[in-house]
């Protein structure tokens, strides 16, 4: 079998033609699929949304949401988009100025020393209200039911983490119709989504300070996200577009093919772990689904309720780590002098970098690779989104499935 194929639905064999649209989580990375986005608008001329159900995780939040509330004018949602993205700044996004980092390190080193007495611990390392005051000024939440009111929308889901259950939540709303659900540690929520349940699905730990609802506090949404395509296929999705932040080489501490020469730092580690975080999920899930496939076509009454779903996921085609190290010195002095002190260095330190560089330099190369990886399927693209037959259904970068 190829590399990276599994044809385990012939051609258009039970698969509808509802799609859905998975973001997941990458930080800075998130221009990617910016760039993805830009490719498919260019490849549909004229074309209304592509995508009526749409699952935002953390960064992949933003875009998912900028995507629904102007769903009745797509191609305007992609040109704001890329608009923000291509003319980004780390100060848009957090407070890394030298006073601030200065003040931050203060608060922590008084909190360490003190034993938390004069101050309390932080809330995290970062200072995010920019990116809450950018996103309260350019996302406008009640186009979201115009959206759904007019037909170009079905549902949006925006994925966060309680840390009072320790559930993966989904919270979404769209169609009359559209019921929530409960599985062990992963919930459907139907409310009326607001600025809090995107901040709170950014809430990365550490990084940046949880957010409450409804009398809990949440954070990240890929933190317990074990089925991350779920909240999608819950929606009513039959085929799933993921775009990933993420090559198949560009995962772990060390560069390719270099053997450690000693133990990782913990900036190292931190970026593994947020690497670890927003995609290995997301992996296994696409093969897990894959299975199910299998499963629906040579014995669909064996588990109850299976349906078929298509999926096709476009992920980087370079190792963003790379990219990320040609553009470190655009960060602030203060953001590189922090990831000096955390030995964020190397491979591993550009992989943490990779997820803080909201900077024009780096976001701009981001969206021009993921507008020629997009393209280079643009053949299976348009037929995946527009209902075709399905020749191949699954596609996964470095992932063989036997028999």
């Not at 797509?74 to 006073?99: G, K, Y």
């Not at 992963?186 to 957010?211: C, N």
């Not at 990831?339 to 964020?344: Q, S």
């Amino acid at each position: 079998m190829p590399v990276g194929v599994l044809p385990s639905l012939g051609p258009g064999q039970g698969v509808g033609n509802t799609v859905g649209l998975v973001l997941p989580g990458g930080g800075a990375r998130a221009a990617y699929q910016v760039g993805v986005l830009r490719a498919i608008a260019g490849m549909l001329p004229g074309a209304h949304n592509p995508f009526p159900i749409i699952v935002g995780t953390s960064a992949g939040a933003v875009a998912a949401t900028v995507l629904a509330t102007e769903a009745c004018h797509w191609h305007r949602a992609v040109d704001s988009l890329e608009r923000v993205w291509r003319n980004f700044h780390v100060d848009q996004v957090l407070r890394a100025d030298a006073l601030s980092m200065l003040r931050s390190g203060a608060h922590w080193a008084t909190s360490l020393v003190s034993g938390g007495m004069l101050l309390p611990p932080p809330a995290a390392i970062f200072d995010n209200s920019p990116l809450r005051s950018l996103l309260e000024r350019n996302i406008h939440w009640d186009h979201l039911h115009t959206s759904v009111r007019r037909g170009a929308l079905k549902a949006l889901a925006l994925c966060a983490t309680s840390y009072t259950s320790a559930a993966s939540v989904a919270f979404f709303d769209g169609e009359p119709g559209l019921a929530g659900w409960e599985r062990h540690q992963r919930i459907g929520r139907r409310e009326r989504l607001t600025l809090d349940h995107l901040m709170a699905s950014m809430g990365v730990p550490f990084l940046f300070p949880p957010v409450m609802l409804d009398g809990e506090y949440y954070g990240d949404g890929a933190q317990r996200q074990l089925w991350p395509l779920s909240p999608a296929i819950h929606l009513g999705a039959d085929r799933l577009l993921i775009i990933g932040v993420r090559s198949e080489q560009g995962a772990g501490v060390n560069d390719r093919g270099r053997a450690a020469a000693e133990s990782p730092t913990m900036g190292q580690l931190f970026g593994y772990m947020l690497d670890t975080l927003f995609m290995d999920q997301i992996y296994a899930n696409v093969e897990h689904v894959a299975r199910l496939n299998q499963v629906a076509e040579v014995a669909p009454a064996a588990v109850p309720g299976v349906h078929k779903v298509a999926t096709l996921m476009i992920a980087p085609s370079q190792d963003l780590r790379e990219i990320a190290a040609r553009h470190v010195r655009s960060l602030p002095r203060s953001l590189r002098a922090l990831l000096r002190v955390m030995g964020a260095r190397g491979a591993g330190g550009a992989q943490l970098a990779s997820y803080l560089l909201f900077e024009a330099t780096f976001t701009r190369e981001l969206i021009a690779l993921g507008a020629r990886d997009a393209r280079r399927q643009a053949d299976e693209l348009i037929e995946f989104l527009g209902g075709g037959q399905l020749a191949r259904t699954i596609k996964l970068p470095a992932l063989t499935l036997g028999g």
